[in-house]
């Protein structure tokens, strides 16, 4: 036992001595701790640091951070264990990065892209100097090939998860702490201190700062706004900006999720939709939200305990230091800044007809350099002011930025713009019949058409492409030119409207024919010539002159005669008959089919006179007159012949008609189908004569398909079909059944077990009893047992000899090895050789977690417990912990009246001596006497700072700290 408290007590040498100006969850271990003197107790002056080196990044290339470095320190602390160097403005997380080149053994390097900082460190403490060389070999650099802003980087001295922001000189630091409410945060944040500075719940007032403490920050927690005063106005209630007005803070946010900032800071980062009030009127504290919940970093309201679980529950706290009254500035951090040079601004030019241009570019560092080509390319000028040389056409050029040889990686496009000087290139003339106004249009090389009556000077008439003239009873010419970005066509172009009579007809002369032929049809203009068309409106002129032959016509037809004049042509047409008497035609014929011996009742139509009935195609006597004919009973297909008369004309050739007489399919063999498992199937019949029609059902039913085959739709159970026979209007006296069978396959699930690393077999089981077997083993029975890790199959097969092949995947859990454990106060790691997601925790073997981690453990022997969660296997070790309470309070009122040592009476020779903050002996506790009511000699003690220091036993070993005594 007592071996063990020395080990555990080097564990706690990462708790360090400090003065009261570093932060109250921070201490720095020495390299070799010192015995305290009993006359004093030196207080530490914090380090300084000062470095140079603002630069102008050049894109692709790792570039150092600083120029030089002098950091001094107090000789009473000639080493530390960490720096943090973190990009606090302009971070481009995935693109933006820090690193360490050069060697440097003692150091180890690592880098958060969530919070833009590379972590310095050494675990047991090395000089300042070495860190000073290791500053100036971290280098910075950005995957972008165009980087644009500025990055600013804080260098911090500082101990724990502290960042640091150039712009306002302040520190933000988050601390973890569940489940803690608002006030407690808000109290909790102002009880720590940062090397003298205070610590307040932050207060966001720009974006740098809200994405250093939010969006890079660690972890999600509580901020210092509050609403909680007037419903609905956001202030700061913490920090400087809590001290103004009275103390009532400064306001920075009016409504809810469709509010507005407000002056002086005008700036708020509140999450989609928020602030909402979604549990009521009681939302009134303000919160970072959880990762992954909306925009990174961006805020939301919370009730004062937040959630009890989830995404909404408190997991802690962002606490500021700096700016509040009387506070001097720290030196503990240093910043340098890198500028990413750009054109930030380019003006193109524009020119009409081939000429030079003059573009114009501005960089925000180093000379604009012009270029013919996005990459690459001809180096033409340089210079914020750059002349082309003559150009014919539109062309870019490029504008760069160099900074001591270093380039830009994007290069800015910039316009010559070379406008043509327009032409008329086309133009379309119009006329009119009669008076009235018309319209004329034309088109241009480029820009825009002005319209004028005459040939050389004046004022335009219109713009466009299109111009529509005054009322004009004659032709007139008007003249067009063009304009583009100010270029004017060198000579306008003449254009003409037209003015036209309009003609009529004045004689027609029809004609009239009998039986099929050509007619002539005859009219006269008033002027002009006459077209004839065959539509009263609209068509193609069949011909033109007075005189027109018609081709050669069946039925009488009335065609049009138009007069045209110059393309004016008369208000309608005229109608000019040619009058066919027709020859009658057969138009219909109504063939008829019965299923048995019989007469049978046949139909015709003709165009127009009586039909005839005959048994022949040609001579013989009619048999019949009329629309119907009904034969004489017939035993076979008959055909009979029609035509018609009219006017003394007969139809040209009979017609015949055929009255069928059709044999009774009926169905001769068919193939019904099976398959394992649901699918389609293809099932066949045959019939005597005709086609098979497949139904689903016996009778009526839906007709499902046409042929010899069908093949079903995707099946899950059994089904019947039924076939029927048809010969024209013959079916099959009754409809055959086909079936199609589907056996079940069976039912399998895939599944993984778990075998435990000790166990030397597992059983596996397939799950379906009184079936038959195959496992990729070989074997063939229901369960097998396996010893090896793996994926294993079996094919399970059924009466109907369906089969289905089921998958097992059997994996192996190791017995967990607990390989150290850390006890930081009263919280406690528990560490394993090799961690794996199916473990949990425990420190009383009663509760479980996932995490590894404990807090407020109580001092004292405690056990740590390791299972794996199918109880296959678990590990425990014993440990003790000590807890140096931070204050009490020995106001006689029964409550935290005595300062003690959690966990001393594990360690029988333990001794804690007490000094005042002079170095001054005040006395001394052991096992025995471990309490102190904070009285020297029977005397109470003002309230103080006091120092301690804890020796375990005679190896030498101490622990030194401080606590507070208050009254």
Same mark, same amino acid.
């Not at 002129?541 to 007069?563: I, Q």
């Not at 013989?620 to 009329?626: D, N, Q, V």
């Not at 420190?843 to 001092?859: C, M, T």
């Given at each position: ?377 001809? $180096?033409?000028?340089?210079? @914020?002011?750059? !002349?082309?040389?003559?150009? +014919?056409? =539109? &062309?870019?050029?490029?504008? *760069? /930025? #160099? ?57 335009? $008439?219109?713009?466009?492409? @299109?111009?529509? !003239?005054?009322?004009?009873? +004659?032709? =007139? &010419?008007?003249?067009?030119? *063009? /304009? #583009? ?72 037809? =009335? ?409």
């Amino acid at each position: 036992m007592k071996k063990f408290g020395l080990l555990f007590f080097f564990a706690l040498l990462s708790l360090t001595y400090s003065s009261t100006g570093f932060a109250s969850n921070t201490e720095k271990t020495k390299p070799k701790l010192k015995k305290i003197k009993k006359s004093t107790i030196a207080a530490i002056i914090p380090p300084t640091i000062t470095v140079t080196g603002n630069q102008i990044y050049c894109p692709g290339i790792q570039q150092k951070i600083v120029e030089t470095v002098i950091i001094t320190n107090d000789p009473l602390e000639p080493t530390t264990k960490s720096v943090t160097i973190q990009i606090a403005s302009g971070y481009v997380i995935a693109q933006d990065l820090l690193s360490l080149i050069g060697s440097h053994p003692n150091i180890t390097s690592s880098w958060s892209s969530l919070e833009g900082k590379l972590t310095l460190s050494n675990p047991t403490g090395i000089p300042y100097s070495d860190f000073e060389a290791a500053i100036k070999d971290v280098v910075y650099s950005s995957s972008s090939l165009s980087p644009t802003g500025n990055r600013a980087f804080s260098i911090n001295l500082g101990l724990g998860n502290v960042s640091y922001l150039p712009s306002n000189g302040h520190f933000y630091e988050y601390v973890p702490a569940l489940g803690i409410s608002w006030i407690d945060a808000r109290n909790a944040a102002s009880a720590r201190n940062y090397y003298g500075l205070q610590g307040y719940l932050a207060t966001l007032t720009a974006a740098d700062e809200a994405q250093l403490a939010g969006t890079q920050a660690p972890g999600a927690g509580w901020i210092g706004g509050s609403d909680s005063e007037i419903e609905g106005t956001w202030k700061w209630v913490t920090g400087p900006e809590g001290l103004a007005n009275g103390g009532t803070g400064i306001t920075f946010w009016i409504g809810q999720a469709n509010g507005t900032t407000t002056a002086s800071f005008n700036f708020a980062f509140w999450n989609n939709g928020e602030p909402n009030q979604s549990n009521g009127t009681n939302e009134d504290y303000a919160h970072i939200t959880a990762p992954g919940v909306g925009i990174p970093g961006s805020w939301n309201d919370l009730i004062l305990t937040g959630d009890p679980s989830g995404n909404y529950q408190p997991k802690g706290y962002i606490v500021e230091y700096g700016g509040l009254p009387g506070e001097a500035p720290l030196q503990t951090s240093a910043s340098t800044k890198m500028t990413m040079i750009n054109i930030v601004g380019s003006t193109g030019s524009s020119r009409c007809g081939p000429a030079s241009s003059t573009l114009q570019a501005v960089a925000n560092g180093g000379t604009v350099q012009w270029y013919d080509s996005p990459t690459n390319g001809t $180096l033409f000028a340089t210079g @914020t002011s750059f !002349t082309t040389p003559i150009l +014919n056409t =539109t &062309t870019t050029f490029y504008a *760069a /930025t #160099n900074a001591n040889g270093c380039t830009t990686g994007a290069r800015t496009p910039v316009i010559a713009t070379i406008s043509p000087i327009p032409t008329i290139t086309a133009t379309v003339p119009a006329q009119r019949c009669d008076s009235g106004s018309i319209q004329l249009s034309a088109t241009a090389s480029a820009g825009t058409i002005n319209w004028y009556a005459a040939s050389t000077g004046g004022t335009p $008439l219109a713009s466009g492409n @299109t111009f529509t !003239t005054p009322t004009l009873s +004659n032709s =007139t &010419t008007y003249y067009i030119d *063009a /304009t #583009n970005n100010g270029c004017v066509s060198s000579s306008r172009t003449a254009i003409t409207a037209t003015v036209t009579a309009t003609p009529t007809i004045t004689t027609t002369t029809p004609a009239t024919k009998c039986g099929s032929g050509s007619v002539t049809l005859q009219a006269t203009a008033s002027v002009g010539t006459v077209s004839w068309y065959s539509s009263p409106t609209g068509g193609t002129a069949l011909a033109n002159g007075t005189s027109f032959t018609t081709p050669t016509l069946t039925s009488t037809t =009335t065609y049009y005669a138009e007069g045209n004049n110059a393309n004016c042509t008369t208000a309608t047409r005229t109608a000019v008959s040619a009058t066919i008497i027709p020859t009658p035609l057969i138009t219909t014929t109504t063939p008829a089919a019965q299923c048995q011996a019989g007469p049978v009742t046949l139909m015709a139509t003709a165009s127009v006179g009586t039909i005839n009935w005959y048994t022949t195609a040609t001579g013989g006597t009619a048999i019949a007159t009329g629309n119907t004919f009904t034969t004489p009973s017939l035993s076979s297909t008959t055909t009979y012949y029609v035509d018609a008369t009219a006017n003394n004309c007969t139809t040209l050739a009979r017609t015949a008609v055929t009255a069928t007489i059709d044999s009774i399919p009926t169905i001769v063999s068919t193939s019904p189908s099976s398959s394992c498992g649901p699918g389609t199937a293809t099932i066949t019949a045959t019939s005597s004569v005709g086609i098979i029609n497949w139904y689903d059902a016996p009778n009526n039913g839906r007709l499902l398909a046409t042929g010899n085959s069908f093949t079903s739709p995707f099946l899950n159970q059994t089904t019947t079909y039924y076939a029927e026979a048809v010969n024209n209007s013959c079916t099959s006296a009754s409809r055959t059944v086909v079936e199609v069978r589907i056996f079940p396959l069976p039912p399998t699930t895939s599944e993984e077990v778990v075998k435990c690393q000790q166990d030397n077999s597992l059983l596996l089981d397939a799950g379906l009893p009184n079936l038959s077997y195959l496992w990729s083993t070989g074997e063939t029975t229901q369960k097998i047992t396996v010893s090896a890790i793996g994926t294993y199959t079996v094919t399970i097969t059924n009466s109907d000899n369906c089969t289905s092949e089921k998958t097992i995947v059997v994996t192996e859990h190791e017995v967990p090895v607990i390989s150290s454990i850390d006890v930081n106060d009263s919280t406690v790691t528990i560490n394993l050789s090799q961690s794996q997601d199916y473990y949990e925790f425990s420190i009383n073997g009663i509760d479980y977690q996932k995490a590894n981690i404990f807090y407020n453990v109580p001092g004292g022997t405690q056990t740590a417990y390791v299972r794996e969660v199918n109880l296959c296997s678990s590990a425990s070790e014993t440990f003790i912990a000590i807890v140096v309470p931070k204050y009490f309070t020995p106001n006689n009122d029964t409550y935290n009246d005595y300062w003690q040592v959690d966990g001393l009476l594990e360690f029988p020779t333990a001794k804690v001596s007490i000094y005042n903050r002079y170095g001054k002996l005040i006395g001394i506790l052991t096992p025995k006497n471990p309490k102190w009511n904070g009285t020297f000699n029977g005397s109470p003690l003002p309230a103080d700072d006091y120092w301690y220091v804890l020796k375990i036993d005679d190896s030498g070993l101490e622990k030194k700290g401080h606590f507070s005594l208050k009254r």
